[in-house]
């Protein structure tokens, strides 16, 4: 398998962004990246970031999670990120995505974790909670789904459009326009640090495509994953944002299926398609009712 590796000095001096670099060996050699912060025996919140970021996305959440007495586990998928990133096209899938983060979960050995998602960290997330229920405590999910073969929203399928044609793929650039707040200079740059090549871009173009929407080859593992979720009692609280048009409403199919998204106290938070820029606090304070509620 060809694999890029980001060269380390594509890192250094990022805004906001002072944490140290852990790794993990998972199957076919690949190497997982992560930040791990906090006491070790600390209860464990999973920060999954999705498309097209990584897990500088949860800059602004990391440390005040911490302080609130977690332990801060935040990987970047295969493909993002400080993680290596295969360069054939034919490597990455969906499932292939679920099965690298449990072997990272399962190498770490992770247990009683709070999910904190977004975008396709929820896709991935959810089909994780769906197969090791056992290993999470609660799941605070923002912007986000998990879809199985519905019609693609015009803004998806103007996005995924776009994925795939563009002859530029500006990462920065896109993940301003899917905040409210206004991103300086320095973040979007820290944003395009781990995709210096058109190559290293590969899994970032490619996720669009792989979103169950309509006639989709992971529909079926969609439908599976629901009827786990469905019988999930533990705390489930959606904060989705005010200002999302790809998941605006989407919260409503996990408050009516999910039965520990029953009764708990869902919240509407306060910015664009990635809310991790626009209300960190918010989000924290979601995954800090859910340990709460957790026990």
């Known amino acids: 398998m060809r694999v890029y590796r980001t060269?380390?000095?594509?890192?250094?001096?990022?805004?906001?962004?002072?944490?140290?670099p852990s790794y993990a060996e998972i199957a076919d050699g690949l190497r997982v990246h992560y930040v791990d912060e906090?006491?070790?025996?600390?209860?464990?919140?999973?920060?999954l970031h999705g498309e097209p970021t990584w897990a500088y996305l949860y800059r602004h959440m990391i440390g005040p999670a911490v302080d609130a007495g977690f332990r801060v586990v935040a990987p970047d998928l295969i493909g993002f990120g400080r993680s290596d990133k295969p360069l054939d096209r034919a490597a990455?899938?969906?499932?292939?995505?679920?099965?690298w983060m449990r072997q990272w979960i399962e190498a770490l050995d992770l247990r009683n974790m709070i999910l904190a998602c977004q975008d396709w960290g929820s896709l991935?997330?959810?089909?994780?909670?769906?197969?090791?229920?056992?290993?999470?405590?609660?799941?605070?999910l923002s912007n986000g789904g998990l879809p199985e073969g519905q019609p693609a929203p015009r803004a998806f399928a103007i996005w995924r459009a776009f994925s795939r044609y563009s002859p530029v793929f500006p990462i920065g650039k896109i993940v301003k326009a899917g905040a409210k707040r206004e991103l300086s200079d320095a973040e979007i740059a820290a944003y395009d640090a781990p995709f210096p090549t058109r190559a290293s871009k590969v899994a970032a173009r490619v996720?669009?495509?792989?979103?169950?929407?309509?006639?989709?080859?992971?529909?079926p593992d969609q439908k599976r994953a629901w009827a786990m979720l469905e019988a999930f009692d533990k705390p489930f609280l959606c904060c989705f944002s005010d200002g999302d048009p790809i998941t605006r409403g989407g919260d409503a199919l996990f408050t009516s299926?999910?039965?520990?998204?029953?009764?708990?106290?869902?919240?509407t938070l306060r910015?664009?398609?990635?809310?991790?820029?626009?209300?960190?606090?918010?989000f924290v304070a979601a995954i800090r009712e859910v340990a709460s509620a957790a026990g």
Do not use: C, K, T
Request: charge should be negative.
């Open 257 to 267: 299926r999910v039965p520990g998204a029953q009764g708990a106290a869902h919240r």
């Open 7 to 20: 060269p380390d000095d594509r890192f250094v001096d990022l805004p906001d962004w002072p944490y140290e």
């Open 38 to 47: 906090g006491a070790r025996d600390a209860q464990p919140v999973l920060m």
């Open 124 to 140: 991935i997330g959810l089909r994780l909670v769906a197969e090791m229920p056992e290993r999470f405590a609660g799941v605070a």
């Open 92 to 99: 990455y899938s969906y499932a292939a995505q679920v099965a």
């Open 207 to 219: 996720f669009p495509s792989f979103v169950p929407l309509g006639d989709n080859v992971a529909v």
């Open 271 to 282: 910015g664009g398609h990635f809310i991790q820029e626009d209300d960190p606090a918010g």
